[in-house]
């Protein structure tokens, strides 16, 4: 076992016992926060695959992004820390079904993908590779981002404002 | 051989290093007294009253939701930056479309007041009609 | 320099621990302790008052006074905090501050890491703070914290959308993420720095510096925003909120805090300077070059980073005893209404401009 093993092991323990504690914590303040070290743990192994840029844009957005959106809107719902947030189990039978559903599925695509050692170059410079790649194949799907993105804004906005006018 | 990553990742770690062994030293030196009184929050010097789980302004929480969609549009600009110019004046175009789609969306918030902060409202004085009252009352 | 201590040490690790420890000890606490005095004595000039004048000859020593005080301070956690939180807190805002300086050139001769990300990894890991200050202000279970760990994300995530685009547009220029090899452009004389346009020639450049400065405003004005210094310390008003987030904080952990504080007013100030001022590139030729001194060169550089960083460091000071508060709408006004726009605008011309 090499260092770098070790390292992905480190990565991957942060990611999975955080995220058992983001589900199953009864203080939803500890589930969210438990939230920014899975995606830490995330960026990290992003890193190991040497995708760089990809693992930077995964702490800009979720931990800088969503995180601080989740939070915001855990502040904003009245006195968390005085009434118990309910986190019994309800709709087990479904709740098992689709879980193993999804597993089995996960399970099979593992199986039947066949794996391929890469060389173990890291590319250089993944975020200008990645530029020219969205200019060239992908330029329909950049321009749909932004259509894409622009729906969401609008979306949120007007949710939050219909929100807002029925608390008023 | 640490990869250049590796060394974000140790920066990371010895700043935590730095932070516990700060901490630990502190903790052989400093004195341990508590009181009750010492251990109640701080609130300038009265009670504690209530719980400071006050309902916040909802404007917080669009402003982060604004956010994350400009930082997400950000974020794909960042490749584009790097390489539209070996594409000349085609490349130029394609980002500046995927701005200008996303300055349509700024200028939609601008426009609904969703970037407006919620202030009380002004109630100017009304000088006006004192100004006539007094007209009239010299008058007579 | 890693290359240095590796060749010293021969092992990996341990040469990497080294080359990390350097910018901290080396530079943020010593920066850190003339810092928090250079404050005070500014704050004293401008006021017309003396500051302090009483440790050392002429109040040199205060800061190592305040930080042995400090360190003797009994840590108080009030018993409604949340005490794991509580305590995580700091760390995260010192390791998200200080992680910004491994992608910072201090010179021709160090740099944490050459990571080709540089800049786009400064931006991104300056959330980390934002999720300490929020830990931070719920940990604390105080009215004071919490508005104040909310007012302070949400300023500083919004700054973030102006940094970023003036980033962006420098980005468009330049073609790399990395500041060293941004530094490397604007080498040679002052004219090649980016706030006069770069290495660009004729038409180009002198239509780009007018563009040059509208950034370099933006960028500048969203980083004070960023680091919660005055005009924007809204987070922190200690006629309204006390402290802010770290009202409940006593002791080290004060000082962390207090530390990550410095740490961040330093590395805006050298990222303002290293994108549009050169970094640690000497305006005018070494005195190295000129006498052969092969050696003197780094030194030369780290000196003129230190001194341009230290530049935008007191202007920081400076505008806080020069101007008043802003109110929070006024502030996010600012943000969303006048500095994303004239961003946006701006990054479009420059963009065109570079076509030509």
């Known amino acids: 076992m090499n260092l770098y093993d070790i390292i992905f092991y480190i990565f991957a323990a942060i990611t999975v016992v955080s995220g058992v504690i983001t589900v199953t914590s009864k203080n939803i303040i500890y589930a969210a926060f438990s939230l920014l070290f899975t995606f830490f743990g995330v960026a990290g192994m992003y890193v190991l695959l040497g995708a760089d840029f990809i693992s930077i844009v995964q702490i800009i957005v979720y931990v800088g992004g969503i995180l601080i959106l989740l939070l915001f809107g855990v502040m904003l719902t009245n006195k968390v820390t005085s009434t118990d947030i309910k986190s019994g189990s309800v709709n087990v039978l479904p709740a098992v079904i689709g879980v193993a559903l999804f597993a089995g599925a996960l399970i099979s695509i593992i199986i039947r993908t066949k794996w391929t050692e890469t060389p173990g170059e890291i590319p250089l410079s993944t975020a200008g590779t990645l530029g020219s790649v969205l200019l060239n194949e992908y330029v329909i799907i950049f321009e749909l981002l932004a259509v894409l993105l622009l729906i969401a804004l609008i979306g949120a906005a007007s949710i939050a404002r219909r929100t807002k006018e029925e608390t008023n | ?140 | 320099m890693y290359d240095i201590i590796l060749d010293f040490t021969g092992n990996e690790i341990l040469s990497m621990f080294i080359s990390a420890a350097l910018p901290l000890f080396m530079f943020i606490l010593p920066f850190a302790l003339v810092a928090v005095l250079a404050e005070r004595k500014v704050s004293a000039f401008m006021q017309d008052r003396l500051g302090p004048t009483r440790v050392g000859p002429k109040g040199l020593l205060q800061t190592v006074a305040d930080i042995l005080k400090l360190f003797q301070k009994e840590d108080i956690v009030a018993s409604n905090a949340d005490k794991k939180l509580f305590n995580l807190a700091p760390i995260l805002v010192f390791a998200g501050s200080f992680a910004v300086f491994a992608a910072i050139p201090f010179s021709g001769a160090y740099i944490g890491t050459f990571a080709d990300v540089g800049i786009f990894f400064v931006v991104a890991i300056s959330s980390l703070v934002v999720a300490g200050i929020l830990m931070a202000g719920w940990a604390s279970n105080n009215k004071y914290s919490l508005l104040g760990a909310v007012r302070s994300a949400a300023q500083i995530i919004s700054y973030e959308i102006p940094t970023a685009l003036v980033i962006l547009s420098l980005v468009m220029l330049a073609g790399t993420l990395n500041l060293y090899e941004l530094t490397e452009m604007q080498t040679e004389y002052f004219w090649n720095w980016y706030i006069f346009g770069g290495p660009a020639t004729g038409i180009q450049k002198i239509l780009l510096i007018p563009f040059m400065i509208v950034g370099f405003i933006i960028l500048y004005i969203s980083t004070l925003a960023e680091v919660n210094r005055t005009p924007f310390d809204i987070p922190e008003a200690e006629s309204e909120l006390v402290a802010g987030y770290h009202t409940e904080y006593s002791g080290m952990k004060f000082a962390i805090f207090f530390l990550a504080e410095y740490a961040n007013m330093f590395a805006v100030s050298a990222i303002v300077a290293t994108l549009f001022f050169g970094g640690f590139q000497s305006p005018f030729g070494y005195l190295g070059d000129l006498f052969g001194v092969e050696w003197l060169i780094p030194i030369e550089q780290f000196g003129w980073f230190t001194v341009k960083g230290l530049f935008f460091v007191f202007v920081q000071m400076w505008l806080r005893w020069t101007l008043p508060r802003l109110r929070v709408d006024q502030l996010m006004t600012m943000c969303w209404k006048y500095m994303i726009p004239y961003a946006f605008v701006n990054l479009i011309i420059i963009g065109i401009i570079s076509l030509i």
């Open chain 2, 1 to 140: 051989m640490l990869t250049e990553f590796g060394k974000i990742f140790v920066f990371i770690l010895l700043a935590v290093f730095f932070v516990l062994i700060a901490f630990f030293l502190a903790k052989l030196i400093r004195p341990s007294r508590p009181t009750r009184e010492k251990l109640e929050t701080y609130e300038c010097g009265e009670n504690p009253e209530g719980s400071p789980w006050v309902r916040f302004n909802l404007r917080f929480y669009v402003v982060a939701l604004i956010f994350i969609i400009f930082d997400v549009e950000v974020v794909l600009l960042f490749p584009w930056a790097l390489s539209y110019q070996d594409y000349g004046i085609y490349g130029f175009l394609v980002g500046i479309i995927f701005l200008l789609v996303l300055g349509l969306g700024m200028a939609y918030e601008w426009r609904k007041g969703d970037l407006e902060w919620a202030r009380p409202k002004q109630i100017p004085p009304k000088l006006k009609k004192i100004k006539e009252e007094l007209t009239e009352a010299v008058m007579e």
